[in-house]
């Protein structure tokens, strides 16, 4: 059973940068795909990014592309989610996921929330002066 846990959140000043962390256990990293989801106080679930599981294509938002960037770090079973410039928009708790279905090396990249049955914790993000 895969299991995920983030870490990295903080706070930091607008403009600032944070990374960061997915790590995977219970099953090898190259079987499953990894999305960073994000939710602010009163607003729907968004999704940030997504890493395949063959580490080769990613996705992201289009409110983060050129500012985020996710990498797989297989030597550390982690997902990793850099983020730049970062504004008040990009406040809230950050969610990694994990779908488990797409298989060994694939290229597939889940974009909905319900294909991905396995979720972490949270961490916070907090922007501000």
């Known amino acids: 059973q895969v299991q995920l846990a983030e870490s990295g959140g903080g706070s930091v000043q607008p403009g600032g940068s944070l990374t960061l962390s997915c790590r995977v256990t219970?099953?090898?990293?190259?079987?499953?795909?990894i999305g960073w989801f994000r939710q602010a106080p009163g607003k729907e679930r968004e999704l940030v990014s997504v890493m395949t599981s063959r580490g080769i294509i990613s996705k992201y938002a289009d409110s983060v592309k050129g500012r985020f960037t996710v990498s797989k770090i297989k030597a550390e079973s982690a997902v990793k989610l850099q983020m730049n410039s970062l504004t008040s928009g990009d406040a809230g708790t950050y969610y990694c996921?994990?779908?488990?279905?797409?298989?060994?090396?694939?290229?597939?990249?889940?974009?909905?929330?319900?294909?991905?049955?396995?979720w972490g914790q949270g961490t916070m993000v907090t922007v501000s002066s």
């Open positions: 219970g099953d090898p990293i190259d079987y499953v795909a």
């Open positions: 996921a994990a779908d488990p279905s797409v298989g060994y090396m694939s290229d597939y990249v889940p974009t909905q929330a319900t294909e991905f049955a396995i």
